[in-house]
């Protein structure tokens, strides 16, 4: 949909322009959908959806100078006369040759140039979510019409909206860690976006934890006791141990969320400089992303392993077997010794590999079949990417699922009363036998179950704790550039 101030040729005249400010009101009333003057946060997101634009509340914050929470015709008017100003000059220095357009080696140089280092076929991509005639090129209006309801102030705000991803937990194996600019490490806005994606996780897993304790159940128990289906297993627990007991195993859950994610994006920063060799600047091609986040989930499991047992032996346990955490690791370790927090430890390495490649691989081809498809549009929104994350974490899960079965068996072995003791190998060829290649997969339906509601909650936790923490969704500080 294109909006009546898109028609106007230039905006680069300083005084005011009354075409200008005519279509300008025509976009107001277009957003003020009760007409009562003023526009609300509501009302922004629901008129910019509608439009070519897409929601971005920025230009609330950002424009919203007496800080009363909507905005008014001469707020909205400030905003946007300042704004075009702003672009004017970023558009001025990414065109270098002065050509009045902005091509992709332009946008390669710019990136590069602040630190983030971009593919030339990246950067086509950047160009073509701005190009509407078709030129391969982007010219000034294509550069505002894209960028004029988003507060950005300058070029690396630019790259971080263009690079921008969610780092959403569903409760697996943690995703591929994002790519971040030296000076985002520097400035700690690296830490409190993994702080975030950690807090969001939080509130993700505890509210998917019954289905999560169901799959465990199923894994271990499917072929005995737990014949039906998930609602009979509801059932079960809920007698045995009352409400409070579809929790049971989620306090350890979470505790693992924030050292595994430490390790595996510190593991993660290393062995990318180790790939580069001298050559800091060279970006990493995606085989080698995918080989460097393997690496680094192998690292980060390895080191958080123990609390894994600990969290299927407590997910597991009968009301009153265990008082807590400390009291779980005292007696496993009385009674099994230290190898017993490593049981199933094969198994679980085994399927990173299966999880993150077949995860990341889908998840990309999702995402730019939808680029390649809507070329022109902005980049997918919020919906659209939370799909392709849902799509590819449940791809990931149907081919290393079984590892993750056997894993957890292993794990278990020592509390199900009178079961063999068995090797991975051994394992294998037990549930093949006895309940079929079917038997490989028990439990599945829960964890299919639970992929939609945890990558919603968590995306929603993630985009409130990224408030809360003070990084917007730009990488930015709340009210950066304003004091």
Not at 92 to 120: M, P, T
Not at 266 to 279: H, V
Not at 380 to 395: I, N, Y
Request: with cysteine.
């Amino acid at each position: 949909m294109w909006l009546p101030w898109a028609r106007c040729q230039d905006g680069e005249s300083s005084g005011p322009d009354q075409d200008r400010e005519k279509r300008w009101a025509e976009l107001f009333d277009q957003l003020d959908l009760n007409k009562d003057g003023r526009i609300d946060i509501r009302e922004l997101r629901t008129g910019l959806a509608r439009t070519r634009f897409g929601p971005d509340p920025g230009i609330e914050r950002a424009g919203d100078t007496n800080q009363d929470g909507v905005l008014d015709f001469e707020e909205f008017t400030q905003y946007l006369r300042a704004h075009e100003k702003q672009l004017k000059l970023m558009f001025r220095s990414l065109d270098r040759n002065n050509d009045g357009k902005i091509d992709v080696a332009e946008i390669q140089h710019c990136l590069r140039s602040i630190g983030v280092n971009i593919s030339l076929e990246d950067a086509t991509r950047i160009l073509l979510s701005m190009d509407k005639d078709g030129t391969m090129t982007i010219d000034w209006n294509e550069w505002r019409d894209y960028f004029l309801f988003n507060p950005i102030t300058n070029m690396e705000e630019v790259a971080r909206y263009w690079k921008r991803s969610m780092m959403l937990d569903i409760g697996e194996q943690l995703t591929v860690p994002d790519e971040f600019t030296e000076e985002e490490k520097k400035s700690g806005y690296v830490w409190r976006q993994l702080m975030a994606g950690a807090l969001a996780g939080s509130v993700s897993r505890t509210g998917t934890a019954p289905l999560d304790r169901i799959k465990v159940f199923r894994q271990v128990h499917g072929s005995t006791d737990f014949k039906g289906n998930v609602l009979n297993s509801f059932q079960y627990m809920l007698k045995e141990g009352g409400l409070q007991s579809m929790w049971r195993g989620n306090g350890i859950n979470v505790l693992k969320i924030a050292p595994e994610t430490a390790i595996k994006f510190t593991a993660y920063e290393q062995i990318k400089s180790m790939m580069r060799g001298g050559s800091e600047t060279r970006s990493l091609r995606v085989h080698e992303r995918f080989v460097a986040g393997s690496l680094a989930g192998a690292m980060a499991q390895t080191a958080i392993y123990p609390m894994e047992v600990l969290k299927t032996r407590l997910t597991l346990r009968k009301t009153g077997q265990y008082s807590g955490i400390a009291d779980c690791a005292k007696q496993i370790l009385q009674r099994e010794g230290v190898a017993a927090f490593y049981k199933g430890y094969v198994p679980n390495l085994l399927s990173i590999v299966p999880y993150a490649g077949i995860d990341l691989a889908v998840y990309e081809t999702l995402k730019f079949a939808w680029l390649n498809r809507n070329i022109g549009l902005a980049d997918p929104g919020v919906m659209v990417l939370v799909g392709c994350g849902a799509v590819s974490s449940t791809c990931g899960q149907l081919a290393s699922y079984p590892l993750a079965l056997i894993r957890t068996r292993m794990q278990a072995q020592a509390s199900v009363k009178g079961a063999p003791k068995l090797s991975m190998l051994a394992l294998l060829r037990n549930i093949v036998t006895k309940e079929g290649i079917a038997g490989l997969y028990r439990g599945i339906s829960p964890n299919l179950l639970k992929v939609v509601p945890a990558v919603s909650v968590s995306y929603v936790a993630y985009e409130y704790t990224r408030i809360m923490l003070g990084v917007d969704i730009e990488g930015r500080r709340e009210g950066k550039g304003k004091g």
